[in-house]
T-cell receptor
Framework: DAGITQSPRHKVTETGTPVTLRCHQT?????MYWYRQDPGHGLRLIHY???????DKGEVSDGYSVSRSKTEDFLLTLESATSSQTSVYFC????????????????FGPGTRLTVT | GQSLEQPSEVTAVEGAIVQINCTYQ??????LSWYQQHDGGAPTFLSY????GLEETGRFSSFLSRSDSYGYLLLQELQMKDSASYFC???????????FGTGTKLQVIP
């Protein structure tokens, strides 16, 4: 299994408080991603990173920010948590891009279950 | 934009064969992936098809038809442990454009 950890694994927080989720990898993969998973929606991309200090928005980025100061760490921050951000958050990594027909594989961390009350 | 369609639920008998279909609409298509996710677990990679045809990995096979914007995952010799959700995902425009379907929940019954 790819070496990906997420912390915390579970968190309950109140509306309006800031929350930071951490993703740590030991695989030295270039690309890192944050997804949220909600019933009926599958996995939706929040933000992704294509290198240290290089990040960009995904399809559901409003209310979230990210930072990547080291190859191995990718942080997701909810500046002011809302109940609509209650979800399971998955971090993923990949080394390939699929741009030249090479296999494209993402490896996922164990997830963080976040509840905003 | 991107959209994918797959059945929400499928039930199959242990030892049988099941096919999970995925149709997609996208621009700049690179390839189609399949992931398995058990309840409470993380998605795990199963296969990736960039070219038309069938790819086989043990009991699992994945097929792609680029002209039909269609693919499927074939699971043979079903086992109880195959009960899980299966997601197709389209890669378009590179690593930054991965769109997942909403998943097919497979129930394997004795």
């Amino acid at each position: 299994d790819a070496g990906i950890t997420q912390s915390p694994r579970h968190k309950v927080t109140e509306t309006g408080t800031p929350v930071t989720l951490r993703c740590h990898q030991t695989e030295n993969h270039r690309y890192m991603y944050w997804y949220r998973q909600d019933p009926g929606h599958g996995l939706r991309l929040i933000h992704y990173s294509y290198g240290v200090k290089d990040t960009d928005k995904g399809e559901v980025s409003d209310g979230y920010s990210v930072s990547r100061s080291k190859t191995e760490d990718f942080l997701l921050t909810l500046e002011s948590a809302t109940s609509s951000q209650t979800s399971v958050y998955f971090c993923a990594i990949s080394e390939s891009t699929g741009e030249r027909g090479d296999s494209y594989e993402q490896y996922f961390g164990p997830g963080t279950r976040l509840t905003v009350t | 934009g991107q959209s994918l369609e797959q059945p929400s639920e499928v039930t199959a008998v242990e030892g049988a064969i099941v096919q999970i279909n995925c149709t997609y609409q996208t621009s700049g298509f690179y390839g189609l992936s399949w992931y398995q996710q058990h309840d409470g677990g993380a998605p795990t990679f199963l296969s990736y098809n960039a070219l038309d045809g069938l790819e086989e990995t043990g009991r699992f096979s994945s097929f792609l038809s680029r002209s039909d914007s269609y693919g499927y995952l074939l699971l043979q010799e079903l086992q109880m442990k195959d009960s899980a959700s299966y997601f197709c995902a389209v890669l378009s425009g590179g690593y930054q454009k991965v769109t997942f379907g909403t998943g097919t929940k497979l129930q394997v019954i004795p």
